[in-house]
């Protein structure tokens, strides 16, 4: 049973999974997440900041003393939208390495895609095409396929949730005709970038990843969040219709009162819940289960795997 760590250096997010493989399945030891903005101003500057990467340093110090205390046998580090887009990317991927130890490999966003779909679907008979959607900061992916085989399609998409923030939503809050905007480039982004062929027979969708969990515990009211009360939950898309609405009627300030929303998660929430949103429509479902197994856990088994 090999104990695997697993650091994910995301656009918004910088995450730990520390978790024994076996059986095909990760089981969680300890998961952590701390947000980072790793990509703020990405998208604009085309280089990751010096205040961006200090937060993120912070995060990983942490985490190496969790890996050291756990004894895991490998440490995989994942880097994602953010680190593939930025100028300086490689440079700080060497830091990375020499301070902490992490070899974070600079996926493309094929191979993110497949590691989520992996992850999401662990354990799970053969069944339903099923979509995996896992909405990031700099980017979102669609992974198309049925648990235990190989995806038959996949995508991944300059789209997320600080990017669109950054290019849609200039006021506080912001107005309707920027929401509006933002919902349309992400429908036209689901549309051309997921052929109909893969949309449509479709019959059930999970989604992953930070913005998916917040919206089942702003759904559920959850305080203090409450990861098994999130693992499985069926968010319906009436329901994300209602938070979008709500939320962003609200400044960045109420906001970050919400029930069930971390304050960190405020300032994208509204292009994170567009996103979802929109997605639902575009595969013609009624709502998404929600899944605390993602790209970390897929990770985890490709590692185990010795991939």
């Known amino acids: 049973m090999p104990r695997i760590a697993?650091?994910?250096?995301?656009?918004?997010?910088?995450?730990?999974?520390?978790?024994?493989?076996?059986?095909?399945?990760?089981?969680?030891?300890?998961?952590?997440?701390?947000?980072?903005?790793?990509?703020?101003?990405?998208?604009?500057?085309?280089?990751?900041?010096?205040?961006?990467?200090?937060?993120?340093?912070?995060?990983?110090?942490?985490?190496?003393?969790?890996?050291?205390?756990?004894?895991?046998?490998?440490?995989?580090?994942?880097?994602?939208?953010?680190?593939?887009?930025?100028?300086?990317?490689?440079?700080?991927?060497?830091?990375?390495?020499?301070?902490?130890?992490?070899?974070?490999?600079?996926?493309?966003?094929?191979?993110?895609?497949?590691?989520?779909?992996?992850?999401?679907?662990?354990?799970?008979?053969?069944?339903?095409?099923?979509?995996?959607?896992?909405?990031?900061?700099?980017?979102?992916?669609?992974?198309?396929?049925?648990?235990?085989?190989?995806?038959?399609?996949?995508?991944?998409?300059?789209m997320g949730s600080v990017r669109h923030t950054e290019r849609f939503l200039a006021q506080d809050p912001p107005t309707r005709e920027e929401v509006a905007a933002l919902s349309a480039d992400a429908e036209r982004i689901v549309t051309e970038e997921v052929p109909a062929e893969f949309r449509e027979p479709t019959e059930h969708g999970i989604a992953v990843a930070g913005t998916a969990t917040t919206l089942a515990a702003i759904d559920q009211e959850l305080d203090p969040y409450d990861p098994d009360r999130v693992h499985g939950y069926r968010l319906e898309l009436g329901a994300c219709e209602r938070m979008l609405g709500m939320l962003a009627e609200l400044p960045l300030d109420e906001r970050r009162r919400v029930t069930g929303l971390h304050p960190d998660r405020a300032p994208s929430i509204v292009a994170g819940a567009a996103i979802l949103m929109e997605s639902i429509r575009a595969f013609g479902l009624d709502g998404v289960e929600i899944s605390e197994a993602d790209i970390l856990h897929g990770a985890a088994l490709a590692a185990a795997d010795g991939e």
Do not use: W
């Open 6 to 158: 697993v650091v994910d250096l995301g656009t918004n997010s910088t995450r730990l999974l520390v978790a024994d493989v076996e059986d095909g399945v990760a089981g969680e030891l300890e998961r952590r997440t701390v947000v980072t903005r790793l990509g703020e101003g990405v998208d604009a500057s085309g280089r990751l900041s010096d205040a961006a990467m200090a937060r993120v340093d912070a995060a990983l110090g942490s985490f190496r003393e969790v890996i050291d205390r756990l004894g895991a046998e490998r440490v995989v580090g994942v880097a994602t939208s953010a680190m593939r887009d930025a100028e300086n990317g490689p440079a700080y991927r060497d830091r990375v390495r020499e301070r902490f130890g992490v070899e974070a490999r600079t996926i493309s966003g094929d191979r993110e895609a497949s590691l989520t779909f992996r992850g999401a679907t662990a354990g799970r008979e053969e069944g339903v095409s099923t979509v995996v959607v896992d909405i990031g900061g700099g980017s979102t992916e669609y992974v198309v396929g049925r648990p235990r085989e190989q995806p038959g399609f996949h995508v991944s998409t300059r």
